[in-house]
Every structure is written in structure tokens, then in C-alpha cells.
């Protein structure tokens, strides 16, 4: 049965976003906002920066078109790519297969509408016709080029559906690709990837142009979405390379930021009990005896016998509601110079950073402000603030040169925060200690100082005996122990960690 619907040529944008919410209530009203109609008259590819538009070649398609479109939109959302981290994966995937990463974006968007219609085609005989529906339409553009034929050819074959055919090697290379369907996602990097190598060769045409789709790009939150999973595994410039596929900056303070997200924060408060008596039981000879309610139970006997006439007023317990703490400020001193090595995966500056990121963030978000000093032979400083990016801003830059601790700046910033919380991540390499030294000592004063000696195998053993004395010190030997260390002290520091505290001055 073939399904007819009248054109849409004179309906206006409500009328249209009526067959947006049909399009919605198909696949179980997901929750995604509606999108911004844009009317053109031009031919194209109808989903351009978060807008779908409507050209009067697609009104005049009809209803069951536009139902289409928004279907094919939808699945995008809910099935394939669904999120930015899987975005961001595939974009991965793609750069891998091609030698002009600048295809990347255009395969994702092939393998993902790949994905999104074979998924479609499979759930009813009314899909199944919307969705060849719309290629067909495809077929008929006097702008199809190799590429779009070599993927209707394989579509042809794939789906055993009436597309046009192609004498091109390509279709058959991508059948191989998809012989095992499209539902497994731990199959769609490979996939991706080989798309990708296949297709490179052929000229582009209609297909894979726009923005890669996510939930978080439809709703404008891609900018700010935690990508942990994806900068984990990654060097910066590989990073921002994956990000530029979606059209988003992924510069290096996203990078450490992102990371920052897979840390896990222990949100343990410390609890208030009261005690209040609940009622008299019998004392005995095991209990203490200062618990004998003595006129009590001279009031009931004149002779006190354990057991039997004495008696005591029994406790309960309850929870009460927690009070307000002070909460101290942090002050971070980062060491950007030359022997940290730089920011790269596994490097001193790489975990330095990155507890650096999780302590202030944590800091942040129980009401404490922040400041921040990354000092090699010169210094950044960041004053007293609520404003965690600008502080950030200073933590992610390498300076690289020789290591001179701004003595000066540190006292600055813990004189006007009494008791703030100083963290030095540090691998102790200070060639102006001594010449700082009386400003440094005054600070530790001020405030609760905290020194992470990162490197032991080089560190100066004379500057780590001096910088010893003016706080609790960490030596790291193993790199990957330097964020839990950042992050237990800073929860003890704001009252959220219940556990033993870690001992200072050991070496782990």
C-alpha cells in the first residue's frame, strides 16, 4: 500500500511543526525542542546550524517528505550519532581512514545517515517507504555526484530496495563494510573508518554536508558538553583536530577541563547527631554507673537493687541538619617550567594541570574563591575570584623556561585570604628559593600550605628539606598518584572526606 499525503505548498511554519510533533509521536515523543523553520526558496541540504529549511521543492514533495525529513532528524538524536562523546568518536574513526582530514566531517554524516535509514527501513513497511522515498529523491538530483551514486548503488543492494545501480567497486567494498548490519555500535568506529577509505577517492556531491548532529548541538550546549571519555585517550592537537570535525574550538584548557569530568569527587558530608532520652530501662551491673537515674529509682524503692530497682534513662539519636562551615579559599601554585615536560599525555605538566583543574573546580563549587600562580622564569597570576574560566586561563599555559618561584606574588594573594588553602605542585627544581624564602615562609603563615613534589628520581634534596618545614609535603614517585593526592586534600581540606587522611611526608 502506498501512502499518499496532500502537499504542504500552502501551509504555514505551525502547519509544519504539526508534522514535526507526527514525526516525534512516530518514535515515542523523545524529549528534543522543536526546530527553527526557516523558509528558502534555494535547493539544498535541509539541515543547516541547528535549522531545518524548508525550500518550496520540499513543500511541494508533500506531507510524507517532510515526515520523512523529520524522522531521518530524529533517529540522528535518538540512535546515531545520539551524542556528542559518540560524535566525537566517529570523527576519530573517520580522520583515521582518510589521508584529507578535511572529509572527516562529510563521512561522518555519510556513515551516520547510513546508519540512522538502515535503522529506520527495518521497523515497518510505512518506514520503509518514507525512507526510499527520500533517497529516491536523492536519485533524481542533477547535482549527484560519484560518491552519491556509489552509495545508492550499495543502498540498492543492502536494502534490495529500487535505487539506481552503478558499475562503481566502491558499492561492493561497502557492502563487505555493513554485512553485519548497523545495530552493533561497537562495529560503527570500524565502519566509519572503512567508509571513510572507500569513499575518499570519489568525488563529493549532496551527501554528508552540515553539521554533524547531537543531541547537545540541537539543544546549543555543545560548546559546553563534557567530552571525558574522548580527551582522555588523546594528545591535544589530536583532540582539537576530532573537535574541529564537529565545528567546535577544542582548545587546551577544554582538553584538561574535559578530562577533569572523569575524576571522581567523594560527596561525603560529615553528619551532626543530637542525643535526647527516649525512656528508663533497668540499669545493671554492666552498665556505667554514671548512668543511674537515682531519684528516679529512689522514688519507686528505697533500696537500690541492680536489675530490679534501678533504673536509667535510655538515648536515642537523630540527625540534624548540617551546619555551615567555613569554607577556605584555594590559592594554586603551578610549575610550568621546562623540566615538566610540556602539555602531552602522561607528562609531569599533564597531571599537574589536570589536579589543578579538579581542585579548583572543586574548590568552586562549595562557595570557596580561587586564585592561581604558574610560574616558571616569569609568572602568571590570577587575583581572588569567582570566575573559574579566568583562573583556568592561567593554570593551562606552558611557560617553559627556567623555574623562579614568585615568592612576592604568593604572599600577595595569601595575605588578603587568612587561612586559604595553598596547593604547590611543584617538582622542586627552584633555582631562587633562598632568595625568596622569607616571602614564601610568611605566606605558609597566612595560610594552610600543601607542597606535592612531583619527580623524586631528580629532585633537590636540599629544597624539598627547606620547603618541608613550612607545611605537610607529598613526594610523588608515580605520576598517576599526584590527582587522588590534589583531590584527598582538597575534600579534607572542605570537610567532605570522612576516610583516614593520607600522611604527609611520605613518599608514595
Not at 286 to 301: A, G, H, K, N, R
Not at 364 to 377: K, L, M, R, T, Y
Not at 431 to 451: M, P, R, S, T
Request: include cysteine.
Amino acid at each position: 500500500m502506498r501512502l499518499e499525503r496532500e502537499p504542504l505548498a500552502e501551509r504555514s511554519s505551525e502547519e509544519i511543526i504539526e508534522v514535526w510533533e507526527k514525526a516525534r509521536s512516530n518514535w515515542h515523543f523523545p524529549q528534543l525542542p522543536r526546530p527553527s523553520i526557516g523558509m528558502s526558496p534555494d535547493k539544498g541540504f535541509p539541515f543547516k546550524n541547528y535549522q531545518v529549511t524548508i525550500s518550496q521543492d520540499i513543500l511541494d514533495e508533500g506531507e510524507l517528505y517532510l515526515e520523512n525529513l523529520f524522522d531521518h532528524l530524529i533517529v540522528h538524536y535518538i540512535f546515531c550519532p545520539r551524542s556528542l562523546e559518540m560524535a566525537g568518536s566517529l570523527a576519530l574513526s573517520a580522520i583515521r581512514g582518510l589521508k584529507d582530514h578535511s572529509l572527516a566531517r562529510m563521512m561522518v554524516n555519510i556513515f551516520s545517515d547510513i546508519a540512522v535509514d538502515s535503522f529506520r527501513l527495518e521497523r515497518s513497511q510505512e518506514d520503509e517507504e518514507k525512507v526510499i522515498l527520500g533517497w529516491k529523491r536523492l536519485a533524481e538530483s542533477p547535482e549527484i555526484s560519484e560518491m552519491d551514486r556509489a552509495v545508492l548503488c550499495f543502498l540498492r543492494e543492502y536494502w534490495g530496495v529500487p535505487l539506481p545501480g552503478c558499475d562503481l567497486p566502491e558499492a561492493d567494498l561497502l557492502l563487505q563494510v555493513y554485512s553485519l548490519g548497523v545495530r552493533d555500535k561497537g562495529l560503527w568506529g570500524r565502519q566509519c573508518q572503512q567508509t571513510a577509505s572507500i569513499l575518499e577517492p570519489l568525488a563529493p556531491g549532496r551527501l554528508g554536508q552540515g553539521q554533524v548532529r547531537s543531541v547537545e548541538m540541537l539543544n546549543g550546549n555543545a560548546a559546553s558538553a563534557p567530552l571525558a571519555g574522548l580527551a582522555c585517550g588523546l594528545e591535544p592537537d589530536k583532540y582539537q583536530e576530532a573537535l574541529q570535525v564537529l565545528g567546535l574550538k577544542g582548545d587546551l584548557k577544554r582538553w584538561y577541563r574535559d578530562q577533569s569530568y572523569s575524576i571522581e569527587i567523594r560527596q561525603g558530608r560529615k553528619i551532626r547527631e543530637s542525643l535526647y532520652p527516649s525512656g528508663l530501662v533497668k540499669w545493671r551491673f554492666t552498665d556505667p554507673p554514671s548512668q543511674i537515674d537515682i531519684p528516679y529509682s529512689m522514688s519507686l524503692s528505697p533500696v537500690l537493687i541492680p536489675g530490679i530497682t534501678t533504673y536509667k534513662r535510655e538515648e536515642e539519636s537523630s540527625r540534624m541538619a548540617e551546619g555551615r562551615e567555613a569554607v577556605p579559599d584555594l590559592l594554586v601554585i603551578l610549575d610550568s617550567s621546562r623540566s615538566m615536560d610540556g602539555p602531552r599525555q602522561g607528562t609531569k605538566t599533564h597531571k599537574a594541570t589536570l589536579a589543578a583543574f579538579k581542585a579548583c573546580q572543586f574548590a568552586h563549587s562549595q562557595g570557596a574563591e580561587v586564585a592561581a600562580i604558574n610560574f616558571s622564569s616569569t609568572a602568571l597570576v590570577q587575583g581572588w575570584t569567582r570566575d573559574l574560566g579566568s583562573v583556568e586561563d592561567v593554570l593551562v599555559e606552558y611557560i617553559c623556561n627556567q623555574t623562579h618561584i614568585p615568592g612576592k606574588a604568593i604572599l600577595d594573594l595569601a595575605s588578603e585570604r587568612k587561612g586559604c588553602l595553598i596547593l604547590c605542585i611543584t617538582d622542586t627544581h627552584i633555582q631562587n628559593l633562598y632568595l625568596e624564602w622569607d616571602h614564601i615562609k610568611e605566606a605558609a603563615l597566612a595560610g594552610n600550605f600543601v607542597l606535592f613534589s612531583i619527580d623524586q628520581a631528580g629532585r633537590d634534596k636540599q629544597v624539598d628539606d627547606a620547603l618541608k618545614s613550612l607545611g605537610r609535603v607529598y613526594y610523588i614517585n608515580e605520576l598517576e598518584d599526584l590527582i587522588a593526592l590534589v583531590v584527598e586534600t582538597a575534600e579534607m581540606a572542605y570537610g567532605l572526606h570522612s576516610g583516614p587522611e593520607a600522611k604527609p611526608d611520605e613518599e608514595r
